[in-house]
């Protein structure tokens, strides 16, 4: 039987060709045009992929987006029997002020599973913490900040002024960072990119123990999946901005909007896969574009064989 893992090559050379064609737009301080760049790319990919695939979150809703957009279908073999039944979340660009101003983590990514698996999150924020595997079950957006900061000291066998934050520079987390600042722990603030910094402080070997604050809903899913891989914690709940807000995500995931959204709440399928190409330094290495070729750097993470692959491809232009 055929699984998400079988299309990995084809949601490597998605995200890798909008990374490269957003790169072309790097530091050119055009945002808009990165991103529409990325959207393109990405969605003349999907047209040869043999599947029945399906966005789940995307680019907005149809009357917003003129491609990848909620609902979109997607590959060569929509409705055809037998084949995957696949739903994407898809970012072609994340962090597109980044991109414009060739600032660090501006990647393209992506998280793919069968049909009706991923969260169809709404567009709101989410509160959201991201932890390595060492520290699951003992953080918790549960508990306060105070107490998960202890216990990552604790569990980790650290000094408090060793422990290392990262969040989002928000001004909506202000009383975050009074709270974080005041424990005597380490804390880096990062311009956008809350994917990257949930990856980083997932892995043993990145420069972040704990990711905490207020970040978009969507990504949360996306990052859900990376981590459901990486064996680490992700957790989350929906924050509104307004009553409209509130409503229209009452209408997409049911009247529990309070509800503490875990990695297999958002993710809820092991045969998942999360793909992402570096389009500025950071996370993973820029894309790079010369006279006649371009590298792609990207990673793969394979939820149910718990594998991360690094890969450069280079391609002629």
């Known amino acids: ?178 709270e974080i600042r005041a424990s005597g722990a380490q804390l880096e603030l990062l311009g956008d990119g809350d994917v990257s910094g949930a990856i980083w402080a997932a892995k043993e070997d990145g420069p972040f123990d704990l990711l905490m604050g207020i970040g978009a809903a969507p990504e949360g899913v996306i990052s859900a999946t990376a981590l459901r891989g990486l064996g680490g914690v992700f957790e989350g709940r929906l924050v509104f901005r307004s009553p409209e807000e509130e409503a229209r995500a009452g209408e997409m995931v049911g009247d529990d909007l309070t509800r503490l959204w875990k990695a297999h709440d958002l993710c809820k399928s092991e045969d998942a896969i999360f793909a992402a190409s570096g389009v500025c330094d950071g996370y993973l290495p820029a894309a790079e574009i010369g006279s006649d070729y371009t590298i792609a750097h990207s990673e793969i993470i394979d939820v149910q064989a718990k594998t991360v692959e690094q890969i450069s491809t280079r391609r002629p232009l």
């Open 1 to 178: 039987m055929s699984s998400t893992a079988d299309l990995t090559k084809h949601f490597l050379e998605a995200v890798d060709q909008a990374a490269i064609a957003s790169s072309a737009w790097r530091g050119k301080g055009d945002k808009n045009a990165a991103d529409d760049a990325a959207v393109e790319a990405m969605r003349r990919t999907f047209d040869n992929v043999p599947f029945d695939g399906r966005v789940a979150i995307g680019e907005g809703e149809r009357d917003e987006a003129p491609m990848l957009f909620i609902g979109e279908e997607l590959g060569s073999m929509v409705g055809v029997q037998g084949v995957p039944c696949i739903d994407i979340a898809v970012d072609p660009l994340e962090c597109t002020n980044n991109c414009a101003d060739d600032l660090p983590n501006s990647i393209a990514v992506l998280a793919a599973a069968p049909r009706g698996t991923l969260l169809h999150a709404p567009d709101c924020y989410m509160d959201k913490i991201a932890a390595g595997p060492l520290l699951a079950g003992h953080v918790s957006l549960e508990g306060t900040p105070t107490y998960n900061l202890e216990q990552v000291a604790h569990v980790l066998d650290k000094p408090m002024s060793e422990v290392r934050v990262v969040a989002l520079d928000r001004e909506r987390h202000n009383d975050l960072f009074k």
